[in-house]
């Protein structure tokens, strides 16, 4: 648990840091769409990827638990960009609330893989 309230701080000093410093700067928000773009490919590449492996229970498991580990880290980078910038709240809250469909969905597809896959 101390790890997670580290996390939690280091999350908070970033956007205080990116708010003072950055504001709303064009490259910022670049940069963080670039990230969104790679971490939600993440997404249907490892999927896919597992899905290639399905031989192979473990590593089918494996990419998927990757696919779930990259649903996470779009949220926590579109939470950010919502955070820091000036965009259309309501947008970026549904982009949030889907991904968080998809990682509900991604999770309970890892359990029936775990339980259920032959």
Same mark, same amino acid.
């Given at each position: 648990?101390? &790890?997670?309230? %580290? &996390?939690?701080?280091?999350?908070?000093?970033?956007?205080?840091?990116?708010?003072?410093?950055?504001?709303?700067?064009?490259?910022?928000?670049?940069?963080?769409?670039?990230?969104?773009?790679?971490?939600?490919?993440?997404?249907?590449?490892?999927?896919?990827?597992?899905?290639?492996?399905?031989? %192979?229970?473990?590593?089918?498991?494996?990419?998927? &638990?990757?696919?779930?580990?990259?649903?996470?880290?779009?949220?926590?980078?579109?939470?950010?960009?919502?955070?820091?910038?000036?965009?259309?709240e309501q947008i970026m809250s549904q982009f949030v609330e889907n991904y968080k469909k998809l990682g509900r969905?991604? %999770?309970?597809?890892?359990?029936?893989?775990?339980?259920?896959?032959?």
């Amino acid at each position: 648990m101390r &790890i997670w309230r %580290y &996390i939690v701080c280091r999350i908070n000093w970033q956007l205080k840091f990116t708010k003072c410093h950055w504001g709303s700067q064009k490259c910022e928000l670049f940069e963080e769409g670039s990230q969104i773009r790679r971490s939600s490919k993440g997404i249907t590449s490892c999927i896919v990827e597992g899905y290639g492996r399905r031989r %192979y229970k473990a590593e089918f498991i494996k990419f998927l &638990i990757y696919a779930h580990a990259s649903c996470d880290e779009t949220i926590l980078h579109l939470n950010f960009i919502k955070d820091t910038h000036k965009l259309d709240e309501q947008i970026m809250s549904q982009f949030v609330e889907n991904y968080k469909k998809l990682g509900r969905k991604t %999770y309970k597809f890892i359990e029936y893989v775990e339980k259920e896959w032959k």
